[in-house]
């Protein structure tokens, strides 16, 4: 399955803040979308999954457009998203959240059980039990990355899912994406943190100010250091 963009514009209310944004995503790939707060990463995210009122422009599935469909479309069609503020039942278990996600199984897509993401994400394991909202930020994160491949999306829009994160926890999570990459899941990474990508992308786009600045591989951006004080530095 592949995801892509062509001149994608958004606006909210008068402001315009996407600009010609041109960006693809194929099964069993990890592409960072990388920039600094503000630079447009989660409003591409809300335009790809059709949350905004307002865009111009393409959005495809497998060369067929989907920007007029709406939210939960998208999402049958094989696309999960994980919002940047986690979003658990907090009321519910860890378990009692996994199957809340849970859908039918696709043809194209790897297929998800509890105890496959147990194996990706241990810490889950121990707290199957446990009332979400009794768990650590980063346990949460885990939990909604968890609860969403439960609808067995062939593609997977993650925004920033490093952020706030202690170091322990954000290398149990590069080890969790770069597991689900082996299953065939194409993910795309919104995030600020340089390293965190080098972990996990083999690609990367950087947007600046609603236009895409660098499009190519993990290497090519880090043998350029000039794109990293240019656009990345804070």
């Given at each position: 399955m592949k995801l892509s963009t062509r001149g994608l514009n958004a606006w909210y209310g008068p402001a315009h803040i996407l600009f010609?944004?041109?960006?693809?995503?194929?099964?069993?790939?990890?592409?960072?979308?990388?920039?600094?707060?503000?630079?447009?990463?989660?409003?591409?995210?809300?335009?790809?999954m059709g949350l905004l009122a307002r865009t111009s422009g393409e959005v495809q599935l497998d060369d067929r457009p989907i920007q007029a469909l709406e939210p939960y479309e998208i999402a049958r069609r094989g696309i999960g998203y994980v919002?940047?503020?986690?979003?658990?039942?907090?009321?519910?278990?860890?378990?009692?959240?996994?199957?809340?996600?849970?859908?039918?199984?696709?043809?194209?897509?790897?297929?998800?059980?509890?105890?496959?993401?147990?194996?990706i994400f241990p810490n889950l394991r121990e707290m199957r039990r446990r009332p979400s909202g009794r768990m650590s930020g980063g346990e949460q994160q885990m939990l909604t990355i968890a609860r969403t491949l439960m609808g067995?999306?062939?593609?997977?829009?993650?925004?920033?899912?490093?952020?706030?994160?202690?170091?322990?926890?954000?290398?149990?999570?590069?080890?969790a994406i770069l597991l689900m990459k082996t299953q065939g899941l194409g993910i795309l990474v919104s995030e600020q943190n340089l390293h965190f990508a080098r972990l996990i992308a083999d690609r990367a786009y950087i947007i600046e100010k609603g236009h895409i600045r660098f499009a190519g591989t993990m290497a090519e951006l880090t043998a350029d250091p000039a794109l990293k004080d240019a656009y990345l530095a804070l």
């Open positions: 010609n944004v041109d960006v693809a995503l194929a099964s069993g790939e990890v592409v960072a979308l990388l920039g600094r707060n503000g630079a447009g990463k989660s409003t591409l995210f809300r335009s790809v919002p940047e503020d986690r979003r658990v039942f907090t009321e519910l278990t860890v378990e009692e959240n996994l199957i809340v996600g849970q859908r039918p199984p696709r043809p194209d897509a790897p297929r998800w059980t509890p105890e496959q993401l147990y194996t067995n999306p062939a593609l997977v829009l993650l925004d920033e899912p490093s952020e706030g994160l202690a170091p322990r926890i954000v290398e149990q999570m590069a080890s």
